[in-house]
């Protein structure tokens, strides 16, 4: 995510460079400020389908733990389901 809002500035400035526009540095943060919650929503998507918690460990501040949530009771029927449905019977019930 950083590198994205990275490479997005330096495009900006870029633009903003060519444009000649004197307050370059103005023009970076308008338009960071338009793209953070973009982003913000992509990661929190991406959060959401994976349930993926970030922490950091204990004692280090660079370390990034990533752990991912159990599996929920109705994820855990709907795989017992699927392992008793027939290939052969769940591609018929599909095409037809």
Do not use: C
């Not at 900006?12 to 338009?34: G, P, Y």
């Not at 953070?36 to 992509?42: A, D």
């Not at 990034?64 to 599996?71: D, H, N, S, Y």
């Amino acid at each position: 995510m950083l590198s994205t809002l990275l490479k997005f500035a330096f495009t900006v400035t870029d633009k903003a460079l060519k444009d000649n526009k004197e307050d370059v540095l103005v023009v970076i943060v308008i338009q960071l400020l338009r793209g953070i919650p973009m982003e913000m929503t992509t990661w929190f998507r991406i959060k959401a389908l994976t349930r993926a918690d970030i922490s950091w460990r204990t004692g280090s501040s660079y370390i990034p733990v990533i752990t991912f949530a159990q599996a929920t009771h109705g994820e855990r029927a709907s795989q017992r389901m699927k392992g008793q449905i027939k290939w052969r019977l769940a591609l018929i019930v599909s095409l037809v």
